[in-house]
């Protein structure tokens, strides 16, 4: 994900609404071009960050502008990330990749995933009560203790626990 985004100024409202108080940002720029970013800058590793809260509210707004047709929208992908401990509850992601990630203890209650991947993703912990998941692929992940995935049977490497 981008540490930078640039928006028209007609954009703000839509997406001062997308995010509302969730998300504590900093949003400066030249007339006509807004910078949007965390006001904490995380700290340097050499190992990709985890995605926060508020990261992953700045790309539920990118790609609903995205699926609006914006230019300053962004698809989400989340292949092969650190997702840990985070709240998708209501949000919006159909067709978006999980590919390969690390999902540890997120709660996904009536979010819209509809043919969103999760193939080799690790799901440990989850809570996808009230979340319609046809059409989404969990094939060849690894499914421990998630509420809610009662009845997926897709791919030889997954496991369902207790």
């Not at 707004?61 to 650190?82: I, N």
């Amino acid at each position: 994900m981008r540490a930078e985004y640039h928006l028209n100024p007609g954009q703000m409202p839509l997406l001062t609404e997308l995010l509302g108080k969730r998300v504590d940002l900093e949003i400066d720029g030249p007339a006509g071009t807004f910078t949007m970013r965390p006001k904490q800058e995380p700290a340097q590793r050499e190992a990709p960050e985890p995605m926060d809260q508020a990261g992953l509210e700045i790309a539920h707004a990118l790609h609903t502008l995205w699926t609006h047709g914006q230019p300053s929208g962004e698809r989400a992908d989340f292949s092969e990330m650190e997702l840990n401990g985070l709240d998708f509850t209501g949000m919006r992601f159909p067709g978006v990749s999980f590919a390969g990630a690390a999902l540890d203890g997120c709660c996904f209650q009536l979010a819209d995933l509809m043919g969103a991947g999760f193939a080799y993703a690790a799901l440990r912990d989850c809570d996808f009560r009230f979340t319609d998941t046809e059409g989404v692929d969990f094939s060849q992940a690894e499914i421990t203790n998630c509420e809610g995935l009662d009845d997926i049977s897709q791919g030889p490497l997954m496991t369902m626990g207790g």
